[in-house]
């Protein structure tokens, strides 16, 4: 089957496989994490269809770079739509006759969503309701949603729990993603469907976003730029700020494990379990690229928290769930990429 895709108008003639009893739409599938899933669909031979609106929270082109080698698969469809157009879902759904969910599309960025709030309740509670109703109507066999870390906000217990209780968020982005964790909840209930939320735990790795801490510090380093640190210097200096960062491709297999697993309505953490203090996750990029960075202290930001520590102890029972990359090992990755995007000539 052709068709050409584009809210509006064409841009690229794409087939679909013939087979049709493992189509998967993934929403936000041209992002960070959405691109490496689809690769990862499409090599396992799902038939892949792929929603994201392209939108200007950081540069597109960055995206169309994400999703390019996608195009060159049979198995993978690109719709260029927004998960608020509740019509073209419709339309979707009813033409692809999906199988399953995998819904990562969102307004992303803690900082930002202080500054425009609205935005982030339309697209990431609104968007992920129109998500729903549309799995309701279709009986698609399996919803994932990807969900945050943040929703655990100041929490005061580490590690965090999936049964902690979560009413501490200290944003607008972490609110939503609570919200829609909560209308997953509700859709579960009242209809049947199978739904898994992932709280995904600082993510990082190639293609990362570069409005995050790996991309932004590798950048400065290498262009002489001091990098900021949203902290005090003695906050930095005293290990008090810590991230549980979690390579991509170990979150793509939590994610495809969740593919995997029959699973009614769960809550799982996907994280590595091992916090970074912020000062030896500068110390480790200093060490990679062989070279010192200045820094620039601008004190802790609205929206911001001190620390996030996965317990991860149910993704590895009720997924089998272990995740493998040391941050050396993945940061190197990360610098390698962006050598090789972004320094050609190197």
Known sequence: MERFIKEGMATKLIKMASNTSNNVLVTGG?????????????????????????????????????IADCLKY???????????????????FSEKKIDIVIHLAAMAGVRSSIKNP??????????TKNLLDVSVKYNIKKFIFGSSSSVYGENKKIPFSEQDEVNTQVSPYAK????AEDLCGQYHRNFGLKITCLRFFTVYGPRGRPDMAPFMFVESIINNIPIKIYSSKEEFENGSLARDFTYVDDIINGIMLSVEKNIGFEIINLGKGNPIKINEFVDAIEKLL???????FIGRQKGDVPLTFADISKARNLLGYAPKTS????????????????????
């Open 30 to 66: 041209a992002g960070f994490i959405g691109s490496h899933l689809c690769e990862r669909l499409l090599k396992d031979r799902f038939n892949v269809v792929c929603v994201d609106n392209f939108n200007a929270y950081y540069e597109p082109k960055r995206k169309e770079n994400n």
């Open 74 to 92: 049979e198995n993978f469809m690109l719709y260029r739509a927004d998960i608020l157009n509740a019509k073209i879902l419709e339309d979707i």
């Open 118 to 127: 609205q935005i982030y309740y339309d697209v990431n509670v609104d968007g």
């Open 176 to 179: 939503t993603k609570k919200k």
């Open 290 to 296: 062989g070279k010192k960075a200045e820094k620039t």
């Open 327 to 346: 941050l050396e090992a993945g940061m190197a990755k990360f610098i390698e990429w962006y050598k090789k995007t972004y320094e050609p000539d190197t």
